[in-house]
């Protein structure tokens, strides 16, 4: 079975502090990409920063980026600088080289406080 | 170039009836996917459509069923509405092979009373 565990239901940084969300995941596959999407008031899912399994480089993405651990199965988002425009539900996903679906976590809802 | 559409945006529908959620994907885009959002939890897949056949479904009674059309639109039908099936239904539209491709459109929420 595929699933994903996000810890941390909320939090919360002060603007331009930097900030850590925890992801880890399950799959018995070794093909896959990883991803954190980001789900403002909104509603529209946008993808944030994606990772492909068989890289060990961790992605980076101007003021985001992961520390992948693949042994772990872990898939953390740390964001820098956050700017009140951060402030959203995000979500850990992955998806098999060879499949159709993404699995999703339940989510963390961050709060950029100014 | 226009991103992933849903319609309606919102609705409020009664226990027992029927809803029709229509999506359309990015223009060149041949797959389209469904996953529902409850409140406070992560989207869940439903349905996959490539090139209007079934590719995948999801742990989803019967009531739910989908179709695409020639023009790689797509509906979510559900049957007997219940106040569970109260969520976000979210749209995502692929263009190609890469699995990772993948855009989602704002979404239809959906109200069941």
């Known amino acids: 079975a595929q699933t994903v565990t996000q810890s941390q239901p909320e939090m919360s940084v002060q603007e331009a502090e930097t900030v850590t969300l925890s992801c880890t995941y399950d799959?018995?596959?070794?093909?896959?990409?990883l991803f954190w999407y980001k789900q403002p008031p909104s509603r529209q899912m946008i993808l944030v920063i994606r990772?492909?399994?068989?890289?060990?480089q961790n992605a980076t993405e101007n003021r985001f980026s992961v520390n992948f651990q693949k042994a772990a199965k872990s898939f953390s988002l740390k964001i820098s600088d956050s700017q009140l425009g951060d402030t959203a539900m995000y979500f850990c996903a992955f998806i098999l080289n060879t499949g159709n679906q993404f699995y999703f976590g339940t989510g963390t809802s961050l709060t950029v406080i100014p | 170039d226009a991103g992933v559409t849903q319609s309606p945006t919102h609705l409020i529908k009664t226990r027992g009836q029927h809803v029709t959620l229509r999506c359309s994907p990015i223009?060149?885009?041949?797959?389209v996917s469904w996953y529902q959002q409850v409140l406070g939890q992560g989207p869940q897949f439903i349905f996959q459509y490539y090139e209007k056949e079934e590719r995948g479904r999801g742990n989803f009674p019967d009531r739910f069923s989908a179709r695409q059309f020639p023009n790689y639109s797509s509906e979510l039908n559900v049957n007997a509405l219940l106040l569970g099936d109260s969520a976000l239904y979210l749209c995502?539209?692929?263009?190609?092979?890469?699995?990772?491709?993948?855009?989602f459109g704002p979404g239809t929420r959906l109200t069941v009373t």
């Open positions: 995502a539209s692929r263009g190609g092979w890469t699995v990772y491709e993948q855009y």
């Open positions: 223009s060149g885009h041949k797959s």
């Open positions: 990772q492909e399994a068989y890289k060990q």
């Open positions: 799959t018995s596959e070794n093909n896959y990409y």
